[in-house]
């Protein structure tokens, strides 16, 4: 069994075990439905708990309303019951608290099983959902970090990213396999996915610089996304195109030092010159030079727009 499985089923055992035993202990009627609310609110998140808890908890404030208002009206019957619903669901929908639909309308049976609706009563309700959601925020409190898990990965995405800045350079001198690109990219849309999602988790669980984390693997995103445009425009540039070997040489400096800090400012001190160096070239004479020399450019802005992105991951203050 996973971790995250059997901590979870942990959680939910102690908390919906907790809740029966202290809703029984104060005395509380229907005492097995604090179990049942606890249940239903142990998420796999810190917040994803608490916004569910408070929205069931509101679920059952309006389903309470609602119910009292038509048993008192029209009586305690399975029919007014089916009134009742006809009034909920959709004003759950509306305000966004369906997640309540559930648990709130089980809240509502007990009314009708009492026949009547005494503050007492209502209290009665309202403390089993007290109960019932408080002892899931409790043991969701503890929540595994995976930050080891998820620094692996974007020390991977970081790699991959290197690798295919290799392949890149190597692409503008020498022919290439484009399988070994199909792979890496492969490889590196699966890690940089799962990179994510690990990190989504981690900022729902309000784990210390997580969301700065999320941030940046949004932002290689952009990266994975510019090398893929870097690598449409270098099949239309030749092996032993004069400014693809220039092109070549900066991808290569790009790759070894993508991630080391301060490194980047040597990077972009050279991409200066060669778009310096570009610009003073003389017109292309045939289409077939003034796609390469297109095809070149477009793959330098994208290359420099990865450059400032990494810049910024790496050197900015934390």
Known sequence: MKKTVMVRTLKTAFAALFSILIAEELGLDYGAAAGIIAILNVF???????????????????????????????????????LYLLLFVPLSFFLKVELGLGPSSVLVTHLMAFGTVTPSIILNEMALVFIGTG???????????KQ??????????????????NLFS???????????????????DQDLEEAIRLAVIEDENMIQDSSMQ?????????EVNLLKIIYEDLASIPPSYVEGIHMSELLQTTSTQLTEKGAMMEVKRRMNYLKDHIEVLDLPKT?????IRAAVYHAFRALDQLVEISNYIVNKPM
């Open 44 to 82: 796999e998140t810190r917040w994803a708990t608490v916004e569910g808890g408070l929205k069931r908890t509101l679920s059952a404030i309006l389903a309470l309303v609602i119910g009292s208002l038509c048993f008192e009206s029209f009586g305690y019957n399975t029919w007014i019951f089916g």
């Open 148 to 165: 080891k898990k998820l620094r692996e990965l974007i020390d991977q995405v970081d790699e991959k990213m290197k690798d295919i800045l």
């Open 214 to 222: 999320l941030y940046n693997l949004h932002l290689r995103e952009r």
């Open 170 to 188: 190597r692409a503008l001198t020498e022919d290439l396999d484009v399988q070994l690109y199909t792979d890496l990219f492969k490889d590196l």
């Open 135 to 145: 002892f899931a925020m409790a043991t969701n409190f503890y929540a595994p970090s």
């Open 287 to 291: 289409h077939e030079e003034f796609k």
